[in-house]
Nanobody, 123 residues
Framework: QVQLVESGGGLVQAGGSLRLSCAASGRPFSNYAMGWFRQAPGKERGFVAS????????NYADSVKGRFTISRDNAKNTVYLQMNSLKPEDTAVYYC????????????????WGQGTQVTVSS
């Protein structure tokens, strides 16, 4: 089992920045590729970004490319999502997730999920 706890969400004005963190506990963190997803009210949960087990490979949704950066610190068992130039359409609950094999873009591939953290971007 892997437990994931997100933090860092909040209310920010458009154009601002936030950094989300996801702390993992349980099985060795470096065994898991990690992803961030988000779900806005009335919408399906969607892929935001992913990072490989070593951090060597990252992938982003087109809507966040150039604005968001995913990173991880395996010594701290933590994955981060730096979000810059935030827009009102980024408002959502953000979830981190762990995948034992490959951090793809499909949420059903992920094995473990955090509870989520709310990000609200005001215009």
């Amino acid at each position: 089992q892997v437990q994931l706890v997100e933090s860092g969400g909040g209310l920010v004005q458009a154009g601002g920045s936030l950094r989300l963190s996801c702390a993992a506990s349980g099985r060795p963190f470096s065994n898991y590729a990690m992803g961030w997803f988000r779900q806005a009210p009335g919408k399906e949960r969607g892929f935001v970004a992913s990072i490989s087990k070593t951090g060597a490979r990252t992938n982003y949704a087109d809507s966040v490319k150039g604005r968001f950066t995913i990173s991880r610190d395996n010594a701290k068992n933590t994955v981060y999502l730096q979000m810059n130039s935030l827009k009102p359409e980024d408002t959502a609950v953000y979830y981190c997730a762990a995948d034992q094999v490959l951090a793809g873009t499909r949420d059903y591939r992920y094995d473990y999920w955090g509870q989520g953290t709310q990000v609200t971007v005001s215009s």
